[in-house]
């Protein structure tokens, strides 16, 4: 070899050598969202075989803290027991679901806070993080705290940090610029990052301000303008701060509650009649912003103290489905700002409960803010806006959801907008998620095409949600083709 080939050769040699990671592919983050209920019910054991050998699982998002059914315990009453766990409901008798938290609780990290007292009754001294991560661990697998804003009455001092409705009564729901809350989030971070051996935290809030919340902007219930949040001193003040002036607001959403109260079409119409109080009472946009500055801010906080125990932690957020749906909340999504303190974000792209969630926000909007619009015109407006492209009509999305090209249009949408930034983008993948008896379900081919979809797409992963123990296994097994498609299960 002369002098030349081999310098050549050294070189490509070192330079190969030298990165190797540059050259791979990063890894696909594969989760799962999981609750106590389930690795009690079976066993860690045999749950993770199942994750492993089903979906070549390689994440665990386990539910930590909630007060809700969405994520923690068994299926809910009415809808059919999957597959596999306890063949009973857990709405009743002496281990009923009641919420909380799913592991022990450092009582240190709590000192700054009135809300002290959140453990979860139903499985005792079982600490779900404890019983998991070491066998995770054993197999590779990362575990990651899965916890929501979702919260009970019964919580001790709970009033002390809830949001004031605009009537004034407590809402149920807690304030991100009320202490109480601020410094138990904070708390809550801390403590998983230095009593456990996690590999990150992801957070989720399903709710929006007062102005979206009087429209009825989503695909819950419709909501009562009296009982919109939040209105409590530490928010008035805040606002006062940012030149907002609060009775200003208060007389806006007055007036919204009066029009929304109405029986008979204004006199100018619905639409027309709400642009004339958003611009009578700026205010009321400003109070929404208000609240998903807060909440933003509240991201920002978990994340910066998350990082400033454990740099190596990933820090993110499950982002709501009212995304998919609702134009305001969608722009409140800013991803290029939130990305700013999101390691990755899961955002809910639930294919088969989407078309009947889809639904219920356009008979929501059409008693709002376009009650002049036939539903059927409305919803194709919305697929205008919102950049759906092959979604069904009004009377059949019930029963046949949204298809894999919804999961794939969001998925695009989102990997664009996140361009250039370092946030990872796990689609939210729903596995019999609930919906109404004659409505469309989950099913292995489904399944398997939203995976597909979201990947096509560009994601950096996907999370298999809500809950295993909803979940049956030929559907979950129906990602797991998709995975084995891709060479990644
Ligand atoms: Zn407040």
Known sequence: MNRRAFVQTTAGALAAA?????????PKMIGIQAGAVSFVDEGVEKVLDEFQQDAGINTLFVATFTYG?????????????????????????????????????????????VLQDFRAPEFGDYDVLEAV?????????KTMCWFEDVWSNNVPNVEQAQERQLDGGNAHTLCFNNPNYRNWLLG????YARSYDIDGIMWGSERQGAFADALSSSHGGR???????????????KARDRGIDPARARAGFDALAKFIRQEKRPIDGYYVSVWRLMLRYPEMLAWEMLWTDSLRETYAAMYQHAKSVKPALGVGWHIWHNNSFSPIYRAEQDLAEISQYSDFLKMVMYHNCGGPRMAGYI?????????????????????????????????????AGFSADYVFQEAKRARAALEGTKTQLWPGIDID???????SKSSPDGTKE???AAFRAGADGVLLSRKYSEMKLANLRGAGAALRELGLA
């Open 18 to 26: 030298q990165m190797p990671a540059a050259a791979a592919p990063a």
């Open 69 to 113: 059914r969405g994520i923690a315990g068994r299926q809910l009453s009415g809808q059919p027991l999957p597959d596999h766990g306890k063949q009973e409901y857990d709405n009743h008798g002496r281990n009923a679901f009641h919420g909380g938290s799913y592991t022990r609780i450092h009582a240190q990290y709590y000192k700054d806070t």
């Open 133 to 141: 991560i070491p066998a995770a661990r054993k197999r590779g697998m």
């Open 188 to 191: 809550t971070v801390e403590d």
């Open 223 to 237: 909501v009562d303008v009296a009982r919109t949040t939040c209105f409590c001193d530490f928010c008035e003040r």
């Open 363 to 399: 008979r929501n909007v059409a008693s709002t803010i376009y009650g002049d619009v036939p539903a059927d015109e409305l919803l194709n407006f919305h697929y205008r806006v919102l950049d759906y492209k092959h979604e069904k009509r009004l009377a059949e999305i019930p029963q």
């Open 433 to 439: 998620i609930p919906t109404g008896g004659s409505q």
């Open 450 to 452: 939203a995976v597909l």
